[in-house]
């Protein structure tokens, strides 16, 4: 009889799982120092497996308060982190990073907002979340399904306007942020958690994928690479793709984005088109980035139509 309890047991679990399942993010913290964890994106495009969770979200836990870097894509997701954050620390979560507008980074937001967590993000971002959020928001609830999206919600919050650089205090713990504007995004924040030398620069740097650049000024986006480069730090939280160790690993970045703003740049100027450059093949020098050939179609048309109108 008790046999036959365990076989039912397992086969209920069984059926019940693919329901459950359907929002689990298996979120694993990993502790890049002492204190300072990180939850890694998942390193494919947005689909109905990965919820939209492809970015990293951070956390750093101080003596009296927690920082957490970025909200992730949805509010279930930012329930998942904070539950996980919950079982390390109970202080509160005094403070919410949210590096730039984009959905995989800022759809968490509402869920943070319920905990009275103070949300600081570029006054640009906040604009550009408000402003396209809804319409972002229905078309990914469109293509994965809006079971990932339950109770996300693009709230407007309390805007405190900030002077960059800021010194956070989280307890025996300082954090800098500052402010790199029209770069990759009209305003991205970089994290620095002293104590660890450890920086996280959200979009700004990805690792082993190709970088986006829907809303990049590229020309300032390369500038605030080579700072990113000669700045003082051990770890490098990209927004995308594994910790950074060694400096050279940023230029990845920089040779993609080059590469995409001098084609884009010299198609324009001579009347190519984008598909006459794509009936060429995917160039050798971006055929080792992770993403290079969805990111190239998407990407490369938006820079050419934008040059064209400079
Ligand atoms: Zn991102």
Known sequence: MRFLNIILTFLLCFYVYPALSSNNFNLIPIEVSKNVFIFLGDNNDVNENNGGA?????????????????????????????????????????????????????FGISKYLEINTEIIMAEAEVKRYIKYGNRSLR?????????????????????????????????????????????????????KDIKSNTLFVGDLVFNQRAPTTPHANIYNWKNYLDEIIKKDWDILIPGHGNIIKNKEDVLQTKKWIT?????????????????????????????????????????LPVLINKYEFD
């Open 54 to 106: 492809i970015s990293n979200t951070g956390f750093i836990i101080g003596e009296n308060a927690v920082l957490v870097i970025d909200a992730g894509p949805s509010y279930i997701y930012a329930s998942n982190v904070i539950e996980i954050i919950n079982s390390y620390s109970d202080l509160p979560i005094k403070y919410l990073v949210v590096t730039h507008h984009h959905a995989d980074h800022s």
């Open 139 to 191: 078309q990914l609830s469109n293509q994965i399904g809006k079971e990932w999206f339950l109770n996300t919600k693009i709230n407007s919050f309390q805007y405190k306007e900030k002077e960059y650089p800021i010194i956070l205090d989280l307890g025996a713990r300082n954090i800098i942020l500052e402010l790199y504007e029209e770069g990759h995004s009209d305003g991205d924040l970089i994290v």
């Open 259 to 299: 590469f995409i703003d001098k084609t884009a740049k010299e198609a324009s100027a001579n009347g190519i088109s984008a598909l006459e450059i794509f009936n060429k093949g995917l160039p050798n020098i971006i055929k080792g980035y992770k993403l290079a050939k969805e990111t190239w179609y998407r990407d």
